[in-house]
């Protein structure tokens, strides 16, 4: 089963229990965030990024580049609850 299969699986299971009203309003969040344009700008998978440096869990600065003399990074974005 290709990925794109499991993920259409994966949306209409977590979907199943949310009342019509509120998915109606989710499925139009997305068609206008689709529809925005911001999605072209967003950046892809292979893209490069630019060099960066932020703390880590431990507090010490840690740059892109450092971190790539050790092999390839994978940067995962998590938009919080905050």
Do not use: C
Not at 48 to 60: C, M, R, T, V, Y
Request: charged share 25%.
């Amino acid at each position: 089963m290709s990925l794109q299969l499991q993920l259409n699986e994966l949306k209409i299971k977590s979907e199943a229990g949310i009342p019509e009203e509120k998915r109606a309003i989710m499925h139009r969040a997305t068609k206008d965030l689709e529809q925005s344009g911001l999605i072209d700008l967003v950046p892809k998978a292979g893209d490069k990024a630019p060099d960066f440096a932020l703390n880590d869990s431990e507090g010490i600065l840690a740059t892109s580049r450092s971190l790539l003399e050790h092999g390839p990074m994978v940067l995962s974005f998590y938009r919080g609850g905050w």
